[in-house]
């Protein structure tokens, strides 16, 4: 009789237990978003448009669908001012600004990997490179002093909407 009794009381302790889980599941809150930590990249702007030796460009008119993740302004290792500002697109890719004072050359090869020439684009009246990489594509100009690139996952189309943006 001292054996059922046991098994018995494990039993409702694990009952309880499980109840007191599940209704902890139901009460704390989940996310339900897609994991995209979006950052308010405003003040960054400000910021590195008072510091920077050239133009600094952010976008201005881009919908709520475009979320920004990521925002840095530094100098490299060379002493290169350096303006990163990047986005998760309506699409759900990924696309960034770059820009630097570096050469040319330089910025292209490190915002996008194994890139190679692919066209040129009209943006807004502008003159763009386009260029291919594994497994970022890109639009390139100069604008002022510094080297601009649109660089991404994303398609050329929303790399020019992102390039149509920069104020």
């Known amino acids: 009789m001292r054996g059922r009794q046991t098994v018995r009381d494990m039993v409702l302790s694990m009952l309880a237990v499980g109840v007191v889980v599940f209704v902890g599941y139901l ?4 996310s339900g978003g897609d994991g995209v930590h979006v950052v308010d990249y405003r003040s960054a702007l400000a910021s590195a448009k008072r510091a920077a030796p050239y133009p600094v460009l952010g976008p201005q008119g881009l919908s709520g669908e475009w979320r920004a993740t990521s925002v840095e302004y ?5 002493g290169h001012a350096v303006w990163h500002l990047g986005f998760v697109t ?14 040319r ?10 890139a190679k020439p692919d066209g040129n684009a009209s943006v807004a009246g502008q003159d763009w490179q386009r260029y291919q990489g594994d497994p970022y594509r890109g639009l390139a100009a100069q604008t002022g002093s510094a080297t601009t690139v649109i660089t991404g996952t994303a398609s050329y189309d929303e790399l020019s909407q992102l390039a149509q943006s920069l104020k």
């Open 27 to 30: 009460f704390i809150p989940h």
């Open 74 to 78: 530094k100098k490299d290792a060379k």
């Open 90 to 103: 309506p699409s759900g890719l990924y696309a960034a600004v770059e820009q630097s004072n570096a050469g």
């Open 105 to 114: 050359d330089e910025v292209i090869a490190a915002v996008v990997t194994g």
